[in-house]
């Protein structure tokens, strides 16, 4: 880091220290807690944008993932629900999976041909049709078991901590089959695909409610810090919290928030420390050179299409570790709320404006972002009201005005991207 | 009777709703391709320029009716069309102007573009947010079908109705009207002659004295106004939430790239082909193979393939077969 770099990160520190001070320790807590998840998100993006010129607006999808391995992690079994259709369920997406093994094999293993085509064909309707047939009831059993409550199988009720690297691995396995099929393409066909598969990720977590009860949310994950109830009940809290002068109630949501800090900050210092190394490393020169040239790195012996499915499976594990993370900061799972605005673009803004290619620039670039994400809406509306101030009250456009300030963060985060990518194209801290 | 009944029930939830969402699509679909084939790259704004389009046409629709204007039978927003099209060609004009001449100057890499486009997708998605908020706008007026359902009943003696809205009719007939204009200025006129030129070799084309400006011009108002018209037709046909644009995106993706990008044939095609899977796997095919099966055999549920909310994961799988075994496309687009 050169002294210019240190001075970028201290200005993004003083912001959020600012919020603090003049606003509330709450909410510069939160936006520091966001922020680290950001900054993790905009790793990964960064690996595989920065490092080899992969070009992933799945962003959202992988993320998702990573809450649902929180969810499968930590929430208690549903007994009832293993009973009623668990093996079932199981038995019928092991049916679903031999049936696409089956048909790659068809394809792999059978002479070029019409017939080919057709019994690869063939295979997959009678396979649909029998998955469909052992499954579908199962599902219904599930669902069917207290659905107010739980309405599906539950997860395996281990430690939370647990579900982070858990739901990294589940991003990883969606990665590998993306890669697998849409590496090869060109970088728009790529783009689409990923846009395509974080749609899917996200209308499956709707909908199969056996797996995470869909739009009923899954509330309530178990945390890995104390609850502030519990903390407000201890004497010895109290009696610490009034000792320095604070309230035990804010007190209280202050210490959970900064145990979550703690926790997130060494996941995020021990990922820059492994991505400085990697990137570093001949590996990171290998996937620069790819990145810069991939017929001349193809033609030094290197294997372009392996290297390139390692970074996005890489990239996209970071992006589900921050989603579980992010999923337990929260504490629940709510797939309605995953939008590709807020999910995919703007960790691509994080990552452009912060410097793609360098790691610290897309740390810097998450803080930032989120800090400005959150903080441009209060802002907006104290320009907002400055600005109609002036006009009658109760005149319509007024009124317009100022319930529309909540839609001013698209609009700056596009003005902002827009204008790095024009004057600054390598953005605040750039790659070197 | 009975295969006439069933044939009835499949036009009316199959045949009638894919042909209008396949209209829309194509329109959308021939959007995306034509900046594909003159500018490069891919326009993720796409969606958010389809909505801006409709929201001023659905603002100055509001305006009309509260002036007591109407076109009888016809939706009024057929009269505020013309407008929103020639303000969004000024929008995106003035994008062109501000945002992407420079990196054509700078002949940026068509990633990058992609880049520039997700921040215009930003700066319009926000711009429409702020202007007509968030929320599910309707503004279609005037007759509400062209045959009803009764009057079909009526008409044939058969059991089951069939109904044609009259947005589903006037898309159809609009889209065919503006593609056929589309390819007559494409194939006909010298300004479309020149734009096919410039799209198939640009330093060819520069150097037989194209003005490249004047190209990214026409190409730019032809979008404005393919994206208008589409957007306008599906929110009459459904209704006008800037989200739904936004997830539009997707299926117009990928009807242009089944069709292979950069053709406009193909992007009419890869339309068709996307909203027909779409429909018929996610419609439940129970009423049409009641008639058709006999008694015993009847199906017992809905035979429905999936779900109607995996229509998005329907694009996507044809996307991912045709780029698997034939990258460029049904009509062979480019390849960059």
């Known amino acids: 880091m050169t002294k210019r770099d240190a001075l970028l990160f201290a200005f993004v520190a003083l912001l959020i220290v600012g919020t603090g001070a003049l606003q509330s320790w709450n909410t510069a807590l939160g936006i520091l807690n966001m922020g680290l998840i950001s900054a993790i998100m905009a790793l990964g993006v960064n690996m595989q944008w920065g490092y080899a010129g992969l070009f992933n607006v799945g962003v959202m999808g992988f993320v998702a993932l990573g809450g649902l391995g929180a969810v499968i992690v930590a929430m208690p079994p549903v007994g009832e629900a293993w009973a009623a259709g668990g093996l079932r369920a199981g038995a019928g997406l092991m049916m679903g999976l031999v049936s696409i093994a089956g048909a790659i094999v068809i394809w792999t293993r059978m002479a070029r041909g019409w017939g080919r085509t057709g019994a690869m064909v063939a295979w997959l309707i009678v396979g649909f049709v029998l998955f469909r047939a052992v499954f579908d009831p199962a599902v219904d059993a599930i669902e069917a078991v207290n659905p107010a409550a739980t309405g599906y199988l539950g997860g395996l009720g281990l430690p939370i901590l647990l579900s982070w690297p858990v739901g990294g691995l589940l991003a990883a396995g969606a990665a590998w089959v993306i890669g697998k099929t849409a590496l090869g393409l060109r970088s728009d066909y790529l783009a689409i695909a990923t846009l395509g598969i974080a749609e899917i990720v996200i209308a499956i977590l709707k909908n199969e409610d056996w797996l995470s009860r869909g739009v009923k949310n899954v509330i309530g994950l178990p945390r890995p810090v104390p609850y502030e109830v519990d903390l407000q009940q201890s004497a010895g809290f109290v009696a610490r919290a009034e000792s320095i002068g604070i309230d035990p109630v804010t007190a209280s949501t202050l210490f959970v928030k900064l145990c979550y800090a703690g926790l997130f900050a060494v996941v995020l210092l021990g990922l820059i420390w492994l991505s400085e190394k990697a990137l570093n490393s001949p590996w990171g020169r290998m996937m620069r050179a790819i990145r810069d040239n991939e017929v001349a790195a193809e033609a030094m012996g290197k294997n372009v299409k392996a290297r390139h499915l390692q970074v996005f499976i890489l990239g996209s594990a970071i992006c589900g570790l921050a989603g579980a993370m992010m999923a337990t900061l929260d504490g629940q799972l709510t797939p309605g709320s995953y939008q590709p605005l807020r999910f995919t673009f703007l960790i691509w803004v994080m990552v452009i404006v912060g410097g793609s290619g360098n790691n610290w620039g897309a740390v810097l670039g998450g803080f930032l972002i989120w800090f400005l994400w959150v903080e441009v809406e209060p802002f907006g509306a104290f320009v907002m009201d400055l600005a109609t101030s002036g006009m009658a009250d109760g005149s319509p456009l007024k009124a317009h005005l100022l319930d529309s300030v909540a839609h001013m963060r698209l609009l700056t985060m596009g003005v902002i991207l827009l204008l790095v990518l024009r004057f600054s194209p390598r953005g605040l801290i750039p790659e070197r | ?310 229509k998005f994961a329907v694009s996507f799988v044809i996307l991912v077969i045709v780029l698997l075994f034939r990258p460029t496309g049904l009509f062979r687009g480019k390849s960059v």
């Open chain 2, 1 to 310: 009777m009975e295969i006439l009944n069933a044939l009835v029930v499949f036009a009316n939830f199959v045949l009638i709703p894919a042909t209008a969402y396949g209209a829309q699509l194509s329109l959308g679909a021939l959007g995306v391709t034509l900046i594909y084939g003159v500018l490069r790259f891919s326009n993720f704004a796409h969606g958010d320029t389809m909505a801006f389009g409709t929201m001023v046409t659905v603002l100055l629709t509001w305006w009309l009716q509260s002036l007591g204007a109407s076109l009888g039978p016809l939706p009024t927003a057929l009269l505020a069309l013309p407008v929103g099209i020639a303000v969004t060609a000024l929008l995106v004009l003035g994008t062109d102007r501000a945002v992407y001449r420079f990196y054509r100057r700078e002949k940026a890499k068509p990633v990058i573009l992609v880049i520039v486009s997700m921040g215009v997708m930003f700066i319009m998605n926000g711009l429409v947010r702020f202007i007509i908020g968030p929320d599910d706008r309707s503004f279609a007026d005037g007759e509400r079908f062209i045959v009803t359902a009764r009057d079909f009943k009526q008409m044939t003696g058969l059991d089951e109705g069939l109904a044609i809205r009259t947005t589903q009719g006037l898309t159809i007939v609009t889209a065919v009207i503006v593609v056929a204009a589309l390819f007559w200025f494409l194939n006909r006129t010298r300004t479309g002659k020149s734009m096919r030129a410039f799209s198939d070799n640009e330093d060819l084309a520069l150097l037989s004295g194209i003005n490249p400006e004047r190209v990214v011009a026409i190409t730019w108002i032809l979008v404005a106004a393919l994206a208008t018209i589409a957007g306008v037709l599906y929110g009459l046909d459904k209704s006008f939430k800037p989200f739904t644009y936004f997830q539009l995106l997707l299926p117009i993706f990928a009807s242009a790239i089944v069709g292979g990008l950069g053709s406009p044939l193909g992007a009419i095609a890869g339309g068709f082909v996307i909203a027909f899977s779409e429909v018929t796997i996610t419609y439940a095919w129970k009423k049409v193979l009641v008639y058709l099966m006999p008694e015993n055999l009847e199906p017992t549920g809905l035979v429905q393939l999936l779900s109607t909310d995996y």
